[in-house]
């Protein structure tokens, strides 16, 4: 079965340090990546979203991420976090069906928490 | 425009009872797929409906079933509820191709007594 790993469950940084969250899948077929952000008492947001061509995408709030094929990887940047960045983290995947959707496989979420 | 909405926000109920919660998507969008968070087993995909059809569905019991209406507004209805069933249940839309994204509503908090 397809599984979404993500390596930290709970990441505390500074104000101002560069923030890494690994993102690992299974599946070996065509897939779309996506990572969601859950502020504190508000509803999952899209962050962003891989579908095809540049490995490297960027979203909303200075993040990016970067596909690695080779690696099953999607790991999720920043170079300088903010406070306003608390909130959970969730990578998801699903598989290209080409034209129908396919369920969304989540990781279990990495919370941060950034100190002022 | 607006989001997806969910209703009711909080819920609580009896083991034994059935419960029944609605989301309605975003104007336009004509997938619903509904997902259950819990704190142990995070984000689990339900089912999906498209078009008034299940297209897609997850690894749940049968008590929990779902159904679409014409106008894309969603039901789903959990049957003789379990002390597990206790959850964040979330419904998310999109315009229904893989690679669209799924716009996600704050979610019905169900609690079993």
């Known amino acids: 079965a397809q599984s979404v790993s993500q390596h930290n469950h709970h990441v505390i940084l500074s104000e101002a340090a560069s923030l890494e969250l690994g993102c690992n899948y299974s599946y070996g077929g065509t897939v779309n990546l996506f990572w969601y952000v859950q502020y504190p008492g508000q509803h999952l947001q899209l962050l962003l979203k891989y579908f095809s061509g540049d490995p490297l995408v960027k979203g909303i709030k200075g993040f990016e991420a970067e596909f690695i094929k080779s690696k099953f990887s999607f790991n999720l940047r920043k170079p300088s976090v903010q406070w306003s960045d608390t909130a959970e983290y969730f990578c998801a995947v699903n598989r290209d069906y080409g034209g129908s959707q396919g369920n969304l496989i989540f990781g279990k979420g990495t919370k941060l928490s950034v100190k002022p | 425009k607006a989001g997806v909405t969910q209703t009711p926000r909080y819920l609580i109920k009896t083991r034994g009872q059935q419960v029944t919660l609605s989301c309605s998507p975003i104007s336009g969008h004509r997938s619903v797929s509904w997902y259950q968070q819990t704190p142990g087993q995070g984000l689990q995909f339900l089912f999906e409906?498209?078009?008034?059809?299940?297209?897609n569905k997850g690894n749940f019991p049968g008590r929990f079933s779902g159904r679409q209406f014409s106008n894309s507004r969603s039901e789903m209805n959990v049957s003789t509820l379990e002390l597990g069933d206790s959850a964040l249940y979330l419904c998310?839309?999109?315009?229904?191709?893989?690679?669209?994204?799924?716009?996600f509503g704050d979610g019905t908090r169900l609690s079993i007594l």
């Open positions: 409906y498209f078009s008034e059809t299940q297209r």
């Open positions: 998310a839309s999109s315009l229904g191709t893989s690679n669209q994204p799924q716009h």
